[in-house]
């Protein structure tokens, strides 16, 4: 009995600290349901929270985890079953993911750390250690790409690493402070949005040609917004001149400025395409010069390496194909129409003659063959669209003159135009040997003229030197090619004014590219060297050995 008495004070205490640990368990579990619903425990309101529904690596764990446990208590449910039949089917369902709730703040102590001249959003948005392009930030003190902010995430791991807290998404380009996890609502940041992707309005974008007034970059320096350098990767000068042309056709430029207009193209080269023009006109860049570094990525993919980093080509070869790949990666199902047939497509009427042993004199819908028996000449008309017109330059001479120098031959524009009149033969070997003539029936409204100076042998490459004397303004088409009457009583639309004169200097296979282009706000003329920008003469133009040009067709 003593002993029974001793016994019992203390299974008092024991029965009293259980259920002090009951009531603290009902406690705890009240606060957890309080801040579930976003309340305080102590009575208080919480901070405004904001939803972030990303696929980060701390929220894979967590819904891992999160499974783990709902499969635990499945197996439980299922040794249970055997003894009751009655166990609801909703009960054993894994729990559904919830999005994860990100505080948002707006008094960041670290926003004096971001470092703006360090910031270089031109290359591709890929994690610096994984290579991964999903989910990817940019650390705005240090200017380098990380994978995810979760809890084991390399952003997460170089903010504890370096002390580099301040990071952006580039994606969805919200700000969020590491290792803490909350999200930055500043507008200081604003200006970093915008050069991470620049935004132009209708009437932005209506008034481009309107403004004259100069941009700063963060290093003191200023640009021309539409008229800044492009960086010279590794012999890729023959994109930058073909791209500095191109940025001169409005309709185009205008085009893809607003990036609603080319959404429903899932090409990643005409978004890269468009994100490039925007950077190009954008006011607000913190640099003076732009990388055209994604844009070349995209072109090396979508052409099969045939145009790439490091390997010098042809810049009339690589317009060709771009405007061709991006007609078709634009069109629509219903219209074979584009911006870029908008802009540079025209007609042709070619007649071609060529022998034939054989003759069987027929017609067929949509060509024409004319023959007489017992003649070997079949004559063939046909309507043939064109994006740009190769022009013949004649032999250079083949003997110096009498004071022991190489005369540089010149001829007008207007000889070698002639091609098109309709009445000169053009002699051909391929596909066949053939007689041509051409005339062209439909001009575009951007007409790209292709001078051939570069021959190809069994042995090495030509350049001919023959300088081509050529009107900046006023080309008038009418003079020297017959052209069709319009239609309905229209005016006849024939004369040009060059806004972009592209030039090869060098040997051939050895040489540079360089491109003179029009400002239209001042009617300057500007010559364009990869970063080298500098303003000169409109007579300047005329004096360089003209590779391919652009003319634009007056109102």
């Not at 941009?215 to 012999?235: F, H, Q, T, W």
């Not at 001169?248 to 607003?258: A, H, V």
């Not at 990036?259 to 005409?270: A, C, F, M, Q, W």
């Not at 844009?295 to 009339?316: E, N, Y």
């Amino acid at each position: 009995m003593a002993a029974d008495d001793l016994s019992s004070p203390a299974r008092k205490r024991g029965r009293d600290e259980e259920e002090e640990e009951e009531e603290e368990e009902v406690v705890d579990g009240e606060a957890a349901q309080k801040r579930a619903r976003g309340e305080d425990p102590e009575g208080g309101a919480l901070l405004g929270l904001a939803n972030y529904e990303e696929d980060e690596e701390d929220e894979e764990a967590a819904a891992a985890a999160g499974r783990r446990r709902a499969n635990g208590r499945h197996e439980e449910e299922e040794e249970e079953e055997d003894d009751d039949d009655e166990v609801d089917n909703d009960v054993r369902r894994a729990p559904e993911r919830r999005p994860r709730q990100v505080e948002l703040r707006r008094d960041c102590p670290y926003l004096d750390t971001v470092n703006r001249q360090v910031l270089d959003f031109d290359f591709e948005k890929f994690c610096s250690i994984s290579l991964s392009n999903l989910n990817v930030y940019a650390c705005l003190v240090c200017g380098k790409y990380y994978q995810g902010r979760g809890l084991k995430s390399h952003a997460y791991t170089h903010s504890l690493e370096a002390g580099h807290h301040v990071f952006i998404n580039l994606q969805t380009e919200k700000a969020y402070c590491l290792p803490d996890g909350y999200e930055i609502n500043d507008p200081s940041l604003e200006d970093i949005r915008h050069v991470l992707n620049p935004r132009f309005t209708t009437e932005q974008v209506r008034n481009l040609d309107r403004n004259k007034q100069w941009s700063r970059a963060l290093d003191g320096s200023n640009y021309l917004p539409g008229m800044v350098g492009l960086n010279n990767i590794k012999e890729t000068d023959f994109v930058n001149v073909t791209i500095q042309s191109l940025m001169r056709i409005t309709p185009l430029r205008n085009f893809f400025l607003i990036p609603e207009n080319y959404r429903h193209s899932k090409s990643p080269l005409v978004h890269r395409f468009g994100e490039l023009t925007r950077k190009i006109w954008h006011a607000r860049n913190f640099k003076g010069q732009v990388s055209p570094h994604e844009f070349l990525q995209a072109v090396m993919k979508a052409s099969d390496k045939r145009f790439q980093i490091g390997v010098q080509s042809d810049p009339v070869e690589f317009m060709s194909w771009l405007l061709n790949t991006m007609h078709s990666k634009l069109k629509s199902r219903k219209r074979n129409r584009s911006i870029i047939h908008d802009c540079f497509q025209g007609e042709l009427e070619v007649v071609k003659e060529f022998h034939k042993k054989h003759i069987v004199e027929k017609k067929e819908d949509g060509d024409e063959q004319n023959g007489d028996a017992g003649s070997d000449i079949v004559t063939e008309t046909s309507r043939v669209p064109f994006l740009m017109l190769g022009l013949d330059l004649p032999p250079p001479p083949l003997f110096k003159d009498a004071m022991e120098k190489n005369i540089i031959p010149q001829v007008p524009l207007f000889n070698i135009l002639k091609k098109f009149d309709g009445e000169t033969v053009t002699e051909v070997v391929r596909p066949s040997i053939a007689r041509m003539r051409y005339r062209v029936i439909r001009l575009p409204k951007y007409l790209i003229l292709h001078m051939r100076r570069f021959t190809k042998n069994n042995f090495f490459v030509e350049k001919n030197p023959t300088l081509v004397n050529f009107p900046v303004k006023n080309l008038e088409l009418k003079d020297y090619i017959p052209l069709p009457k319009p239609k309905d009583s229209k005016k006849l639309r024939s004369k040009y004014d060059l806004i972009a004169n592209v030039v090869h200097d060098g040997k051939p296979g050895e040489g540079c590219y360089r491109v003179f282009v029009q400002r239209k706000s001042e009617e300057a003329w500007y010559e364009m060297q990869d970063l080298h920008v500098t303003e000169t003469l409109p007579q300047m133009v005329a004096l360089s050995e003209a590779y391919m040009q652009i003319y634009e067709q007056h109102e």
